[in-house]
């Protein structure tokens, strides 16, 4: 008897209704008695296991190929029931399994995901041409998969490239869609987009996975008291470019990130010099006071007791000297400066930050 995923079996019109309405790719509707106020609540739904194991069907059905072998093992991959959510594989993983049984293309980017970096998924970046939706639900589906793949091992530029593009309705997880999405703009520092992402993720409160949601309220309010060009702000900066450079990208968008991060201690320092010279302006004003003559008001001729501007003299490197290379002496003024405000431990992540650069390997 022919299997649930025999071609001759969906052709017989054999397919359950669930199935059928899948066919579309559009949202699937979890609970069709929600009520009106969630309805609007929400923009999007959690697609049924049914809805899930029906595109596969779909899917497999409008493939050419495979055998008996192959349809047992994609059976065994959807089973009617939706298998416990601590079986260790979820739906995407299971789609892609699937998917790799009859196409090469989705079996190589099954067997690099343990370094999604090296896997060939330049065609799916590219824009689809064609219309069949065969094609089109693998792409889908292996950039859901793919970008997943590389969030999960750092690369949140390419990730993101992979995930933005990608429909929240009619993805087979659109919780997972949501939740990687917004940690490649979490870490990326794209505090708006970021936002926005988390506040539709958290449309689902109560439904979606707990660690999806519990993370989502961590980043979210972690991206909301974000301030630009704080020391934090800057930290993360430099964290990025750290990354950035073990991975070898030391191009075009590093050195960008690079002299933002420059620019910001500039900005820094000079606060923090203002706010010295403010100080030692109102302490000498205390200190005339005390000599008999502090009730009288200074004149407007008089200079104030401040000793500069303020101003920070910028450092032009040459071509081919390192970022961070800077000489001993204005290397230590600067992290004494930004010591005297904040907690030493920021100290310290700079200094082994500049120390790391001056001494290190930038990459190709």
Not at 266 to 278: S, T, Y
Not at 300 to 311: H, V
């Amino acid at each position: 008897m022919p299997g649930i995923f025999s071609k001759q079996r969906w052709r017989a019109g054999l397919a359950p209704a669930v199935i059928l309405a899948a066919l579309s790719h559009g949202p699937v509707v979890a609970n069709e008695t929600a009520t009106d106020e969630l309805i609007r609540r929400a923009s999007w739904s959690l697609p049924e296991w049914g809805a899930v194991r029906g595109r596969l069907l779909d899917w497999w059905a409008g493939h050419p190929g495979g055998d008996t072998a192959a349809e047992a093992a994609a059976e065994s991959f959807w089973p009617a029931d939706e298998p416990p959510a601590d079986d260790g594989i979820d739906r995407i993983d299971r789609a892609v399994a699937t998917m790799a049984l009859l196409d090469t293309r989705a079996a190589s980017i099954l067997a690099h995901s343990a370094d999604p970096s090296s896997a060939d998924d330049a065609w799916l970046r590219e824009a689809a041409t064609t219309d069949d939706p065969v094609e089109r639900g693998l792409r889908e589906i292996l950039r859901l998969y793919q970008g997943r793949q590389l969030v999960r091992h750092g690369y949140f530029e390419s990730g993101l490239d992979l995930l933005g593009g990608l429909e929240v309705e009619s993805s087979l997880d659109p919780a997972a869609l949501l939740f990687h999405r917004a940690a490649c703009e979490h870490w990326l520092l794209r505090v708006e987009p970021g936002l926005e992402t988390l506040d539709r993720l958290l449309e689902r409160s109560g439904e979606i996975p707990v660690r999806y949601e519990m993370l989502a309220r961590l980043m979210r309010e972690d991206l909301a008291g974000l301030e630009d060009d704080s020391l934090d702000h800057i930290a993360r900066r430099m964290r990025d470019i750290t990354r950035r450079l073990d991975f070898g990208h030391a191009g075009p968008r590093t050195r960008e990130i690079q002299d933002g991060v420059i620019d910001s201690l500039d900005k820094l320092i000079a606060k923090l010099e203002q706010q010295q010279q403010q100080q030692q302006s109102q302490s000498a004003g205390a200190g005339g006071g005390s000599g008999g003559s502090g009730s009288r008001p200074m004149d407007d001729s008089r200079p104030a007791g401040g000793r500069g501007p303020g101003e920070v003299a910028r450092r032009d490197l040459d071509e081919g000297e390192a970022w961070g290379d800077l000489p001993p002496r204005e290397r230590e003024e600067a992290l004494q400066q930004i010591g005297r405000e904040f907690p030493p431990h920021y100290r310290e992540a700079i200094e082994q930050y500049f120390k790391r650069l001056a001494s290190g390997d930038s990459g190709p």
